[in-house]
């Protein structure tokens, strides 16, 4: 099965500064890459997603970057403000299947 | 946007007893559900498929005679802990793909459920 390994684990920076969260993945069939933002005691929102088609998605402050070939994707987020302080999870996936392959998750922490 | 409902968001329980969490899409219909569990400080982790109409499908290692499924409408599922006890405790969440959303879940708001 699949393996979704993201780094780090926290990650802490300055606001205004950027922020990059780091996946990998293990089936080079998975085609399908959703990033989701959970704060605490809440569900995890879906912030940004990428399919395996393209290499980079853009959407304001937030990016998702993938190399098929080295199979991992990350995502980047610009100019943090302290509401961006959450826990991201990355995810992988058959696009055509319902089952989701989760990362570990980071807990980013923007200082004012 | 959709919007996936989940109640209660807390719940705490007798070990022993049974509880029940309710996930309802408002504005869309899901033919199918899914329930995660997370415990504190880690990742989801899928427990089952919820079918409209037909037998969940549950991920290897879920016991589905503690972990009671039930999707009797297309905008309804439920799921049941049987005698409850203090290791179920965690936070459970369900997610459903709304049309036109694209292949993105939304998910619900997550219960969180104590055992004592």
């Known amino acids: 099965g699949e393996n979704v390994e993201q780094h780090p684990s926290t990650l802490s920076v300055q606001e205004g500064d950027s922020a990059v969260i780091k996946c990998t993945y293990s089936?080079?069939?998975?085609?399908?890459f959703p990033w989701y933002k959970q704060e605490l005691g809440k569900g995890p929102q879906l912030i940004i997603d990428?399919?395996?088609?393209?290499g980079e998605k853009k959407d304001q402050r937030i990016a998702v970057t993938l190399n098929k070939t080295a199979k991992h994707f990350s995502l980047h987020i610009t100019e943090t403000q302290p509401e961006d302080s959450a826990v991201y999870f990355c995810?992988?996936?058959?696009?055509?299947?319902?089952?989701?392959?989760f990362g570990s998750g980071t807990k980013l922490n923007v200082k004012p | 946007g959709a919007v996936v409902s989940q109640h209660p968001s807390r719940v705490i329980c007798k070990s022993g007893t049974s509880v029940k969490i309710e996930c309802r899409s408002l504005d869309f219909q899901a033919t199918t559900m899914f329930w995660y569990r997370q415990f504190p400080k880690q990742s989801l982790m899928l427990m089952a498929t919820s079918n409209e109409g037909s037998k969940a499908t549950y991920e290897q290692g879920v016991e589905k005679d503690k972990f009671l499924i039930n999707h009797a409408s297309l905008t309804l599922s439920t799921l049941t802990v049987t005698s409850a006890h203090p290791e179920d405790s965690s936070f459970y969440i369900c997610?459903?793909?709304?049309?036109?959303?694209?292949?993105?879940?939304?998910f619900g708001s997550g219960t969180r459920l104590t055992v004592v």
């Open positions: 997610s459903a793909r709304a049309p036109g959303q694209g292949f993105g879940y939304t």
């Open positions: 990428i399919r395996s088609n393209v």
């Open positions: 995810a992988a996936s058959l696009y055509n299947f319902n089952k989701f392959y």
């Open positions: 089936d080079s069939a998975s085609n399908y």
